[in-house]
């Protein structure tokens, strides 16, 4: 079974601060994606990677950024936390489809 | 513009009974449509995947319709157990090559005993 490993359940940070969350697969994947999810709105698409060291903007990538230094891990980055980034951040891997999904970190900022 | 809206937004019914979930996309060019399910925090977990030329998929309990001359999806559930209470993402991919992916806002439905 795929494994799409997200490092943490629930995050709490503040204002300003970088954020860092990790995404792990297990499944040889070369295709990541990092996805918000808010109330009323579909899954939104930040960014995507399909190799090692490539990405690629998605929907809204602003304030964000990415890193696939590993084919297998893919982190998603808030480099100036702000409020309206408090959301539900959901990853995915996938070789073609369909897309397999960790179970999510909820994000705060306070 | 490429939209894909899912109703009813929620839905409760009791054990048992069967229900039918609607998605309405104005996706073009078309690739495929999926259905997801997502519990209650849990990521969404692939349900059914249906093609141009294909207009019904079953996974157990769960059916899924495509129309694409009306661009209309539906997806039944028969004989609704307390454990298919989640919400029901339906997916629209494009025929561009890519990744991209239109998601429905969802149908959040409750199962009560």
């Known amino acids: 079974d795929v494994k799409v490993t997200q490092s943490s359940r629930y995050l709490v940070k503040r204002t300003g601060e970088k954020v860092f969350l990790e995404c792990v697969q297990d499944m040889d994947h070369e295709n990541m994606f990092w996805y918000r999810q808010d109330p009323g709105l579909g899954l939104r698409l930040i960014y995507f990677s399909y190799d090692v060291k490539m990405k690629e903007k998605g929907d809204i990538p602003e304030g964000y950024s990415v890193s696939r230094e590993k084919k297998e891990r893919f982190s998603l980055i808030l480099e100036s936390a702000s409020t309206n980034q408090t959301s539900m951040y959901l990853c995915a891997s996938t070789t073609n489809q369909p897309q397999h999904f960790g179970d999510g970190t909820r994000l705060s900022i306070l | 513009k490429n939209q894909v809206e899912q109703s009813p937004q929620s839905l409760i019914i009791l054990e048992g009974k069967n229900c039918t979930l609607q998605c309405n996309y104005t996706v073009s060019p078309f690739s495929n449509l999926r259905w997801y399910k997502q519990d209650t925090g849990r990521g969404p977990v692939s349900l059914t995947i249906?093609?141009?030329?294909?207009n019904t998929k079953s996974n157990g309990r769960y059916t899924a319709t495509l129309d694409a001359d009306t661009k209309q999806s539906s997806l039944h559930i028969t004989a609704s157990q307390l454990s298919d209470s989640a919400s029901y993402i339906c997916?629209?991919?494009?025929?561009?090559?890519?990744?991209?992916?239109?998601f429905g806002a969802g149908t959040r439905l409750f199962v009560k005993a």
């Open positions: 997916v629209v991919t494009l025929n561009t090559g890519g990744f991209k992916t239109i």
């Open positions: 249906m093609t141009f030329s294909e």
